[in-house]
């Protein structure tokens, strides 16, 4: 069968034949893979950096998608760490960790949306008790996810949205629709401290795709403006584009009631994302989120994987 192999941690993925998977224990079946999503999360899985990952190879990259069994049934499946990912014509899933998906689903509309905005969802209703009428700031705003991530704190009712990032563009796009405050992160340091400030004064929650420096310089910004040192905040770590590690200043833990938690593979129960997901297949069934999406056959996953430039978001079909 054809699949998407990793053969080094310094070059795309190929399109190669490979021995088809067997499913080897009781809750495990193979399925054809309809769809398969090129995430983040998927390039720095090949690319040997997630903090999950190990210097096994060759490996075929994919973390979740769009399947169907031998019983004919439709479903989204997440996959464990493994060596045989989701970009291939066929995998082998572990039905505890799918949900069957109504026969009429679109496969790369799932494929799509499930992984990015799973970050924040899960992050809203797993990682903390985000109550409606809370104001949220979401650091990375221009990014599948980040934009997710304000159509979702909407859909959950928050008060006010603070958008921030670097592309004022996408920022002009992020924010279409109304009820939501942009922040340009680009410019002088501190004058963009001064305006994420300002704006972030009287948030309860940010969702952070960042860190690295800019959450250090956010932080500081968002801390140093609160007219109520005691009103909680939550700081919730999601991704990391831009660095692996911040230096946080210890005066901002001290001097506000700032609380950071991460959120992602590990600090959410399998059981308790799989909890989420049939809402959420539901609500981008309903077309409730806006995502650019492009379909890329299998065989031509090299190039696909190198073009960086366009910004939506690839999903692999047979």
């Known amino acids: 069968m054809l699949a998407a192999v990793v053969t080094s941690f310094d070059s795309a993925p190929r399109c190669e034949e490979i021995a088809a998977p067997e499913a080897l224990a009781p809750t495990e079946i193979i399925v054809d893979v309809l769809a398969a999503g090129l995430h983040p999360r998927v390039r720095s899985q090949a690319d040997g950096s997630h903090y999950t990952s190990t210097s096994e190879l060759p490996l075929v990259p994919g973390i979740d998608g769009v399947g169907r069994g031998a019983d004919g049934l439709l479903r989204y499946f997440v996959l464990p760490d493994t060596t045989m990912g989701s970009m291939s014509?066929?995998?082998?899933?572990?039905?505890?960790?799918?949900?069957?998906?109504?026969?009429?689903?679109?496969?790369?509309?799932?494929?799509?949306?499930?992984?990015?905005?799973?970050?924040?969802?899960?992050?809203?209703r797993r990682?903390?008790?985000?109550?409606?009428?809370?104001?949220?700031?979401?650091?990375?705003?221009?990014?599948?996810?980040?934009?997710?991530?304000?159509?979702?704190?909407?859909?959950?009712?928050?008060?006010?949205?603070?958008?921030?990032?670097?592309?004022?563009?996408?920022?002009?796009?992020?924010?279409?629709?109304?009820?939501?405050?942009?922040?340009?992160?680009?410019?002088?340091?501190?004058?963009?401290?001064?305006?994420?400030?300002?704006?972030?004064?009287?948030v309860d929650v940010v969702l952070d795709y960042l860190w690295g420096e800019p959450t250090a310089r956010a932080m500081t910004a968002v801390v140093t403006h609160r007219a109520d040192e005691g009103r909680p905040l939550t700081w919730i770590e999601i991704g990391s584009v831009a660095g692996a590690t911040a230096s946080i200043?210890?005066?901002?833990?001290?001097?506000?009631?700032?609380?950071?938690?991460?959120?992602?593979?590990?600090s959410v129960s399998p059981q308790n994302i799989l909890g989420e997901l049939p809402a959420l297949v539901a609500a981008i069934s309903e077309g409730s989120f806006e995502v650019e999406t492009r379909s890329i056959p299998l065989r031509d996953v090299e190039s696909a994987w190198l073009d960086t430039a366009d910004p939506r978001r690839v999903v692999f079909t047979p």
């Open 89 to 124: 014509e066929q995998t082998v899933i572990d039905t505890r960790r799918s949900i069957v998906l109504p026969g009429d689903t679109d496969p790369v509309a799932i494929a799509a949306i499930m992984n990015p905005a799973m970050a924040s969802w899960i992050a809203l």
């Open 127 to 202: 990682r903390i008790d985000f109550a409606p009428g809370m104001n949220v700031l979401v650091l990375g705003a221009t990014g599948n996810a980040g934009r997710l991530a304000v159509q979702i704190a909407k859909r959950f009712g928050a008060a006010s949205i603070v958008a921030a990032a670097r592309n004022p563009a996408l920022l002009a796009e992020a924010s279409a629709g109304g009820g939501i405050q942009t922040v340009l992160l680009d410019g002088d340091q501190a004058e963009v401290a001064e305006r994420l400030g300002r704006a972030s004064a009287e």
């Open 249 to 266: 200043p210890s005066a901002a833990l001290r001097s506000a009631r700032l609380s950071i938690v991460g959120s992602g593979q590990g």
